[in-house]
């Protein structure tokens, strides 16, 4: 078992499993195994020390496991096309990540990841360390990163603003066009992202830090929000990811979770700014925007594969999300076959 107390070790580690030995370009790294080219490849785009971007596509030779801990806080956001990661967080059961887009504000996060022989692995990734949160803080006073996310919970969705960056920055790579230029305009975009996510009353789009709060119904009825309505409510969160697709009612959730409807409601609300059907919808729409680039089905299919039982209804939504027709979205976002470098 290997041990890793930061990202650029953990990722060290990643290389040195595949037998990755870095080639530098004009604008990034390439990291790939001359003795074994079918194992892949890993391009680095960084301003070091602030941030990075990644994009993998690669096959583990042989197995492995990485016991991690790390102090320090980062943002990681992108998007997984192929690949199942199984980890463990410390004092939590194993879990495991599959292909979707992501968002996690990791801070003081141990625990171990393991990874099989002959798994694949196709994605991308940003990530932003201390330093560009200390330097965005010196230049916009009124911007902490801090002040957005749960530390360490992972946000299986990305803002309708964020997806497109990803993707654009993708097609930029595979057409070996992605500078430094293009690189810390597309980081700071998602930063503007975020910071849109903000409500007038300070707070934001993907959750308040843990205090339980309360909110306002109608004129006079207050609900205060428990450590064990939280739970609920998080705990609804997590079964919304799994079965966005279909999930289970308002009314079904509350049964099993043991939860006034309303407090459910206005809980997710409260704490993740927007609402149960606006979270699925979503988490259907990254889906699908990842199913658009990545394969060759109908928009029917797609729709279909979704959630949607009608068409209409899936391009309407879609439309609305991304400011463009399925098929646009298509033309203008998939990306081309690779080519080696």
């Known amino acids: 078992m290997y041990f890793s107390n930061q990202p650029k070790e953990f990722r060290n580690i990643i290389l040195k499993e595949l037998g990755f030995q870095p080639t530098k370009k004009k604008n990034y790294i390439l990291y790939e195994n001359k003795f074994h080219p079918e194992y892949g490849f890993y391009r680095l785009y960084e301003r070091t020390g602030f941030y990075d971007f990644g994009v993998a596509d690669y096959t583990i030779p042989q197995g492995f496991e990485?016991?991690?801990?790390?102090?320090?806080?980062?943002?990681?956001?992108?998007?997984?096309?192929?690949?199942?990661?199984?980890?463990?967080?410390?004092?939590?059961?194993?879990?495991?990540?599959?292909?979707?887009?992501?968002?996690?504000?990791?801070?003081?996060?141990?625990?171990?990841?393991?990874?099989?022989?002959?798994?694949?692995?196709?994605?991308?990734?940003?990530?932003?360390?201390?330093?560009?949160?200390?330097?965005?803080?010196?230049?916009?006073?009124?911007?902490?990163?801090?002040?957005?996310?749960?530390?360490?919970?992972?946000?299986?969705?990305?803002?309708?603003?964020?997806?497109?960056?990803?993707?654009?920055?993708?097609?930029?790579?595979?057409?070996?066009?992605?500078?430094?230029?293009?690189?810390?305009?597309?980081?700071?975009?998602?930063?503007?992202?975020?910071?849109?996510?903000?409500?007038?009353?300070?707070?934001?789009?993907?959750?308040?830090?843990?205090?339980?709060?309360?909110?306002?119904?109608?004129?006079?009825?207050?609900?205060?929000?428990?450590?064990?309505?939280?739970?609920?409510?998080?705990?609804?969160?997590?079964?919304?990811?799994?079965?966005?697709?279909?999930?289970?009612?308002?009314e079904a959730l509350s049964r099993q979770l043991l939860i006034n409807s309303q407090k459910l409601k206005a809980g997710f609300s409260y704490y993740y700014h927007m609402t149960i059907g606006e979270y699925t919808a979503s988490l259907k729409m990254s889906l699908a925007a990842v199913l658009l680039c990545t394969t060759e089905k109908s928009v029917a299919e797609i729709a279909h594969e979704v959630g949607y039982d009608y068409s209409a209804s899936f391009i309407k939504k879609f439309q609305k999300t991304y400011s463009c027709t399925p098929l646009k979205y298509r033309m203008r976002e998939k990306k081309p076959p690779y080519k080696s470098q």
Request: aromatic share 14%.
């Open 66 to 250: 990485i016991q991690f801990n790390n102090s320090n806080p980062i943002l990681r956001l992108g998007i997984v096309y192929d690949g199942i990661t199984s980890y463990q967080l410390e004092k939590q059961p194993v879990s495991s990540f599959m292909p979707s887009t992501f968002l996690v504000f990791e801070k003081g996060i141990c625990g171990k990841q393991l990874w099989k022989k002959g798994q694949h692995f196709y994605g991308a990734e940003i990530t932003i360390y201390p330093a560009f949160f200390e330097e965005l803080s010196n230049r916009f006073s009124n911007f902490s990163i801090f002040n957005y996310f749960i530390e360490n919970q992972t946000y299986y969705y990305l803002p309708s603003d964020i997806l497109p960056i990803v993707s654009r920055m993708i097609h930029l790579d595979q057409t070996d066009s992605l500078n430094a230029l293009h690189l810390e305009a597309a980081v700071l975009e998602c930063m503007g992202a975020i910071k849109e996510t903000e409500t007038p009353d300070g707070q934001n789009g993907f959750s308040r830090q843990i205090n339980y709060g309360s909110v306002t119904i109608g004129k006079k009825k207050k609900l205060n929000f428990t450590e064990e309505d939280f739970k609920s409510i998080q705990k609804a969160h997590d079964i919304l990811t799994e079965q966005f697709i279909h999930p289970p009612t308002i």
